[in-house]
């Protein structure tokens, strides 16, 4: 069996990070590569969200790329950060003056710049909500299902990436696993809860226990209303989750608000670029 009974939470940890499925993510642009120097993820302060700018948007990328940018390519302007990200054929057009492709230009906000934006939830019910979730499942569960997850779920569906979860390269820890946001930690819960019965473990401990995966859809959900208005790359990933849950009834494949998700999920990608 991938898990074993007798193995403890840091081994089961390590053996998921051997076979490079770890439950991170990274917000960090497919064409950035990593040798860059100064070079630092979009999502490397966790008190501001990222935002592409298109040719149509509130910015003009064309202009935007005239602006003074510090060492890390950032370029501040009262409460709004520009990222922009250089590209080889980029550089060229620059040098013969044509006007290429367009720059690719992030805008980094401040969260507390979305403080108003509604619908929204009340705080004390996403801490409720938090509180749920950390106390279904012990760490050594905990662990064990998001070993099932990338065991069964995520070699078919790869949206996650483990090159951040244990930079220096030690096990999967509780502590990794509590940092993911509510609504991508309640999907990924809920997604590996039917798998259970294949681990020797879970299968004696959660077959009788009142967790269902419906209550942890409920909860990822109730997250990501909230995370719209400062998406990360992770509420993207949640939605990609919740579009992959199985029908709740056997007579309809699903309701009309499984359109209305692709929807969201659809303009959330254009936003994050």
């Not at 999967?172 to 039917?194: C, D, F, H, R, W």
Request: hydrophobic share 35%.
């Amino acid at each position: 069996h991938f898990l074993q009974q007798q193995q403890s939470p840091t081994q089961v940890g390590q053996h998921v990070l051997d076979q490079g499925i770890s439950p991170e993510f990274s917000s960090r642009p497919s064409h950035i590569s990593s040798g860059l120097s100064g070079e630092r993820p979009l999502d490397s302060r966790s008190s501001r969200s990222a935002r592409f700018i298109g040719e149509t948007g509130e910015s003009n990328p064309y202009l935007l790329r005239h602006y003074h940018y510090d060492e890390f390519d950032e370029c501040t302007v009262s409460k709004l950060t520009y990222r922009r990200i250089k590209r080889a054929s980029q550089l060229a057009d620059d040098i013969i003056g044509n006007k290429g492709e367009p720059p690719v230009v992030f805008m980094l906000a401040d969260d507390s710049l979305a403080q108003k934006g509604e619908p929204r939830i009340e705080e004390d019910v996403l801490a409720k909500a938090s509180h749920d979730v950390a106390s279904m499942f012990t760490e050594e569960e905990a662990i064990r299902l998001i070993g099932l997850y990338f065991r069964f779920i995520n070699p078919y569906f790869p949206i996650l990436s483990g090159s951040e979860l244990s930079p220096c390269g030690g096990p999967v820890s509780i502590e990794a696993i509590n940092a993911l946001p509510l609504s991508l930690l309640s999907a990924l819960y809920a997604t590996a809860l039917p798998f259970m019965f294949y681990d020797d473990l879970l299968a004696t401990t959660l077959v009788h226990s009142a967790t269902s995966p419906h209550e942890l859809y409920r909860i990822s959900w109730l997250a990501v209303v909230q995370e719209m208005h400062t998406p990360r790359l992770a509420t993207l990933q949640t939605c990609l989750l919740l579009l992959e849950r199985a029908p709740t009834n056997r007579y309809t494949t699903d309701t009309p608000w499984k359109a209305s998700l692709v929807g969201w999920t659809v303009s959330l990608a254009q936003t994050l670029g």
